[in-house]
């Protein structure tokens, strides 16, 4: 697998690669005094590739799942598509026939406006649950769009700024590579700030590691040349390694989706598996855009003020390992002692402990670390506490960024999460004034 390292950033996000456009617009899709963020903001956005092109897509496994998402996935599922829509300001959820059809018909109206066929149109909604779409703005909105469709960078931040909620910055990733004697290009964007602990999936199959508890999308535009199923595949585990491994609140969104579109006009030879060094390129260079994004939902999510890395290891299997570290992760108590910066790790400890995980407290070892720092600080080691001092701990749990490190010392299984604090500042934001 590549390093990190040869992949060099660059700006335009979902515009960097060769072939994409994008446009967005202000239609005034929130109902103003209803629901968070700036009233005047572009709500509405569309990503084209000028060609046909490889899709995947990764979607909520919530048993309520919006309008767009059903209409979505079984377009994902297809070898090609070329355009995504998507608003913010209301989430086309929980709103029956009424919301299926207003999710066609943009997909429609997209579709007929560029003359390609309506199924290669992809559509994504955010926002505020159980409202129906204002379909006069959106069709108007839509229309603008596609008349200022362009390939700059300015229309890409327009764009991430479109698909904010809660957002407090827009969220954009772009690299470029080598394969095969050839620059190729992945672009990024995404949002998310609350409502945010995904479990994707291609098919609406709750991966087994994914417990269901604002809305997370994200686009993803590359002008590699790669055949449906490995894009799906590599996809897939991009999203196992980032999107799903990261929670802000431990709510699971009705509309939370990943879509990646890949043109082939990097002209690179053709990836059709998953094991060449291409392939492998490809996958790493995924990944690390998909993680990126991920960690930039944390760093934004409401209200929080520091950002948690959790790494369990020893567990008896991953289910159980995954289970654990999200216990920690979602824990109301450890949540608020991180705001703290108090090093408070009898509360992890027995979140540990009322975890569905196979849990032997004389057998757990745990400790803290800057971001990165091999040197842990272990407050506790078999279960047994150290001569480690609060004061110690206390340094790196007041850091804005800091990693726990537990070892349940059962087997082999490990899970990586990334979390936040829980502040004062997210229940005054989500109390519904």
């Known amino acids: 697998m590549n390093s990190y390292s040869n992949f060099k950033s660059i700006k335009g996000s979902v515009n960097a690669p060769n072939g994409f456009l994008s446009a967005a617009t202000h239609c005034g899709i929130r109902p103003e005094g209803l629901g968070k963020g700036a009233a005047k903001k572009n709500d509405i956005a569309l990503i084209v590739s000028e060609t046909p092109a490889t899709v995947a897509g990764m979607f909520t496994t919530n048993q309520v799942c919006a309008a767009p998402v059903k209409l979505s996935e079984p377009r994902a599922s297809k070898d090609v598509a070329q355009a995504i829509v998507v608003n913010s300001g ?78 407090k910055t827009a969220k954009e990733v772009a690299v470029e590579f080598e394969l095969g004697g050839k620059t190729v290009r992945i672009g990024g964007i995404t949002k998310g700030a609350g409502m945010i602990e995904p479990g994707m999936s291609p098919n ?25 199923k490995p894009l799906k595949a590599a996809l897939e585990e991009a999203v196992a390694q980032s999107f799903n ?28 598996g998953s094991r060449s060094a291409d392939a492998q390129t490809f996958q790493a260079a995924l990944n690390h855009v998909c993680l990126e994004l991920a960690k930039m939902m944390v760093r934004d999510g409401e209200g929080a003020s520091r950002f948690i890395t959790i790494r369990l290891n020893g567990a008896k299997t991953v289910k159980d390992a995954d289970t654990a570290a999200r216990t920690v992760a979602n824990s109301q ?61 206390g340094k790196i749990a007041k850091l804005k960024e800091f990693e726990l490190h537990i070892n349940l010392n059962l087997g082999k299984g490990s899970a990586l999460i990334y979390s936040a604090d829980l502040t004062e500042e997210y229940v005054t934001f989500n109390r519904g004034e």
């Not at 508890?213 to 040349?225: E, K, P, Q, R, W």
Request: one cysteine or more; aromatic letters at 4%.
């Open 90 to 167: 209301n989430a086309n959820a929980c709103t029956g026939d009424r919301g299926m059809k207003d999710a066609q018909a943009m997909t429609k109206q997209v579709g007929k406006s560029l003359n390609i066929p309506d199924e290669d149109v992809l559509v994504c909604s955010t926002g505020r649950i159980g409202m129906v779409l204002p379909m006069a703005k959106v069709k108007a909105g839509i229309s603008e769009c596609v008349g200022s469709l362009n390939a700059t960078a300015k229309s890409a931040n327009e764009t991430a700024v479109a698909i904010m909620t809660s957002d």
């Open 333 to 393: 108590l450890v949540r608020t002692s991180w705001c703290g910066g108090d090093p408070n790790w009898g509360r992890i400890l027995d979140a540990l402990g009322y975890s569905d995980a196979k849990v032997v407290e004389e057998k757990v070892d745990f400790g803290y670390s800057a971001p990165g720092d091999k040197r842990v600080k272990y407050s506790l080691k078999r279960g047994k506490p150290t001569k480690t001092t609060l004061a110690e701990l």
């Open 245 to 272: 491994r990261i929670t802000v609140d431990g709510d699971m969104s009705t509309n939370d989706s990943v879509i990646a579109l890949a043109n082939g006009l990097a002209g690179n030879r053709k990836i059709t």
């Open 204 to 228: 609406g199959q709750r991966p087994a590691s994914i417990s269901l508890h604002a809305t997370m999308l994200c686009f993803i535009t590359s002008d590699a040349a790669i055949a449906p």
